[in-house]
């Protein structure tokens, strides 16, 4: 009986065969991404033609309802499912959204409208501009066209895209409020640049957010829990875990311990931020943050710096992450310079409501004091 082949690879063709699976996998990928921007581009020219459509009747609301229910009803007829009154109406909303920021022509540039029509039929060289402005699906565009403030919007738009989030990924940053959280841990000279470059990590303080929000650990549900329990439930959510932490960071270890003049110690949690070269240590705190706390930080931060870092790395960043803390305890206790955050987690997600008032405050201020600078 003759032996069946091998369907594994093997022998001296192994790495050749891989070569080419790779390569059309990649070649997919890449396929798709091009279909993925080719129904954007599509679905914006089909919002900006209702939309002026809808301009040339007298009463535009009955006019505008007939004319997409009759647009619905032709291109159902003609390709099927995707094209119902609802979705006709995300596509319109989806223009309405994107079109004063995409139809001012690049600088130097006269103006003229980019359209599907002027991508498809003209040069690359003419037609570039409104597909480079979309590097994103559909899917992720029908949410962050619902995000009414434009700061907010870019900044989740930049994210995505250079972050690589998934639909399901960016719905968790979007309902944990992490464009606010952000925003609200930075020096407010710092806020607008999250819309214009997104989160940007050049020091310890842009990794920072306030508050933490661990609701995917599921212990929102519990009424009691230790601090065990809770590293355990990160853990056990490392990857959204890492989501929450942001840019840059890999886990090393949990309660990674060290011994110092014949005693044992043990850090929660060690990560390693690649951006700024740097240990991140983490330190769980079930009740209110006490001085001993930040002093115990300091130790770990020490010697982590002292005895764990090499040369062409930079200082080590401490994190305690507590239920309550006193803002004039971590002032008092820890000297000025120090890379030592302390900040309150939420099992829940956050009021997004109450953050967007408190950073409205933040941004008045801001330009108040910007505009009596510039005077």
Not at 61 to 88: C, D, H, M, R
Not at 242 to 267: I, N, P, T
Request: aromatic content about 12%; proline content about 4%; glycine content about 6%.
């Amino acid at each position: 009986m003759t032996d069946k082949p091998s369907l594994t690879p093997g022998g001296d063709d192994s790495d050749f065969y891989k070569q080419v699976a790779d390569l059309l996998a990649a070649a997919r990928q890449y396929a798709k991404r091009q279909l993925d921007n080719t129904i954007v581009v599509s679905y914006y020219e089909i919002g900006r033609r209702i939309v002026e459509r809808e301009q040339q009747g007298q009463k535009r609301a009955q006019y505008g309802a007939k004319l997409i229910k009759g647009l619905s009803e032709y291109l159902t007829n003609q390709y099927g499912k995707g094209f119902s009154v609802p979705n006709l109406r995300n596509i319109r909303q989806f223009y309405l959204v994107y079109s004063p920021a995409l139809e001012r022509p690049p600088a130097g540039l006269p103006e003229k409208r980019y359209t599907l029509s002027s991508v498809l039929d003209e040069s690359p060289q003419k037609g570039e501009a409104l597909p480079a402005q979309f590097k994103l699906g559909w899917s992720h565009y029908q949410i962050l066209m619902r995000i009414e403030n434009d700061a907010a919007r870019r900044f989740y738009e930049i994210e995505t895209a250079s972050q690589q989030w998934s639909v399901r990924q960016l719905q968790r940053q979007l309902g944990s409020s992490l464009y606010e959280r952000l925003a609200l841990s930075r020096d407010k000279d710092k806020i607008m640049s999250l819309a214009i470059e997104g989160q940007t990590v050049e020091g310890p303080r842009d990794i920072f957010k306030f508050p933490y929000v661990l609701e995917f650990t599921g212990l929102g549900e519990r009424p009691e829990y230790s601090e065990t329990e809770l590293e355990q439930a990160l853990i056990d959510n490392l990857q959204k875990f890492l989501l929450e932490l942001g840019k840059g960071f890999l886990f090393e270890a949990r309660q990674k311990r060290f011994s110092f003049e014949e005693k044992s110690f043990y850090v929660d949690l060690v990560f390693y931020n690649r951006l700024l070269k740097c240990y991140v240590l983490i330190d769980l705190k079930l009740a209110e943050l006490k001085h001993q706390d930040l002093g115990q930080m300091q130790m770990y931060v020490h010697y982590f710096d002292r005895f764990v870092k090499t040369n062409d790395e930079h200082p080590t960043v401490g994190i305690l992450l507590c239920q309550e803390k006193n803002d004039a305890i971590v002032e008092l206790t820890l000297p000025k310079g120090e890379n030592i955050y302390a900040s309150e987690y939420s099992l829940y997600l956050p009021d997004k409501t109450l953050l967007q008032h408190k950073l409205a405050e933040w941004v008045e201020e801001f330009e108040e004091k910007h505009g009596e600078t510039s005077k």
